[in-house]
């Protein structure tokens, strides 16, 4: 069992960066591939980025990379969004889960944070 809390979020312009957080309970965090996915008003949940249990893999949707980092420490057991140059578009709810294995799919994960709100003003 793992459990997931999101901290981080806020209000941020255009251009500005904001740094999400997830700590994780659980024994088995470190043996889990960590994903964030993100749902705007209206519309579905979509994937994010993901990092593999070890850190050597990482996934990032095309909006997104270059701009956002994804890391974990397992020690801490944490797992954080760097997102830098954002856009009012990355204005949405951002939910941090884990999976058994890599996914950029949301039924790939088992485990999921209530989410934090990131909203980017223009």
């Known amino acids: 069992q793992v459990q997931l809390v999101e901290s981080g979020g806020g209000l941020v312009q255009a251009g500005g960066s904001l740094r999400l957080s997830c700590a994780a309970s659980?024994?088995?965090?470190?043996?889990?591939?960590m994903g964030w996915f993100r749902q705007a008003p209206g519309k579905e949940r979509e994937f994010v980025t993901a990092?593999?249990?070890?850190?050597?893999?990482?996934y990032y949707s095309g909006s997104v990379k270059g701009r956002f980092t994804i890391s974990r420490d397992n020690a801490k057991n944490t797992v954080a969004l760097q997102m830098n140059s954002l856009k009012p578009e990355d204005t949405a709810v951002y939910y941090c889960?884990?999976?058994?294995?890599?996914?950029?799919?949301?039924?790939?994960?088992?485990?999921w944070g209530q989410g934090t709100q990131v909203t980017v003003s223009s």
């Open positions: 990092i593999s249990w070890d850190s050597n893999i990482t």
């Open positions: 659980g024994r088995t965090f470190s043996s889990y591939a």
């Open positions: 889960a884990g999976a058994p294995w890599m996914g950029r799919n949301s039924d790939d994960y088992h485990y």
